[in-house]
């Protein structure tokens, strides 16, 4: 992913939504938001997930939602297999009046899950059987089971809001992404917590607890971890040396950087590199 302020989602020119079922294995995707509703739904081992402050652990069968406009990120553990939904926002206003104060539950854990919950399940699973199979017709059946999940979660999953509310959600959001941005055009320099201070005019202590409440995460963790993605694409991309790449993506302290990037990917870069 290069953008990780504002996801651009290419969708279905059919469909007008996205849908995937993805098999990956240590993975990490920093802090990021777009304007699609997106499902996550876990077939095999586990991932853990940020939305705003919150942690989410998700074993198999758990199902996620992150409401449109929420920055959260995913980190994958081991192999797994997922399915993912985007559903755009146009998709919802054509059939909700007022979606832009919609909030829907996000975590559904399968230990406690209701009859109508697991009904949630049962579509998604439907899903991916009628797109892996692809039978004549099935962009039909297909569209119509992604609107009697929407129903089920409208129903039974979500409340409105008030506009006072979403404002004042929609302005921590623009703060925040103005920092990401920040971070995205400007990781391979020596950027400072003062720097991204300044940005929104806070000393460095509020900036530190602003942060941490909208992202999970603290502002070097987040730093860290998007050069280290940088850093794992020129790995995998180009031929130079593993000093030249950490020196060309910002990063200054080795050791930590080798233990951090082993407990995300698995191995160290080294490792990685002789691997192909």
Not at 7 to 20: A, G, H, M, S
Not at 163 to 186: F, G, P, S, T
């Amino acid at each position: 992913m290069n953008n990780y302020a504002h996801e651009i989602i290419n969708d279905d020119t059919r469909l007008q939504l996205y849908f995937v079922l993805i098999s990956d294995s240590n993975h990490y995707s920093p802090p990021h938001w777009h304007g699609h509703l997106e499902i996550i739904f876990i077939q095999k081992r586990y991932m853990t997930a940020y939305i705003n402050d919150q942690k989410f652990t998700l074993k198999k069968n758990d199902l996620l939602v992150v409401n449109p406009r929420e920055i959260h990120s995913t980190k994958i553990w081991g192999d797994v297999d997922y399915l993912l939904l985007q559903i755009p926002y146009d998709y919802l206003s054509r059939v909700i009046n007022n979606v832009s104060l919609l909030q829907f539950q996000e975590y559904f854990p399968s230990i406690t899950m209701s009859a109508t919950q697991k009904q949630l399940c049962d579509y998604l699973f439907e899903l991916a059987k009628t797109y892996k199979e692809k039978e004549d017709g099935y962009l039909l059946h297909f569209s119509s089971l992604v609107y009697e999940f929407l129903y089920i979660l409208y129903r039974n999953y979500s409340h409105r809001i008030s506009r006072e509310a979403r404002e004042k959600d929609n302005h921590n959001l623009e703060r925040m992404n103005e920092v990401i941005q920040y971070v995205k055009n400007n990781y391979k320099n020596n950027v400072t917590l003062n720097d991204a201070a300044r940005l929104l005019n806070v000393s460095p202590e509020y900036f530190c607890r602003l942060f941490k409440k909208h992202t999970g995460q603290t502002f070097l963790e987040y730093l860290n971890a998007v050069r280290m993605i940088h850093f794992y694409q020129d790995l995998n991309g180009t031929c130079y040396s593993i000093t030249d790449l950490m020196a060309q993506n910002g990063i200054t302290n080795y050791k930590v950087f080798i233990r951090t990037f082993k407990e995300t990917y698995g191995m160290t870069p080294n490792q990685l590199r002789n691997k192909k």
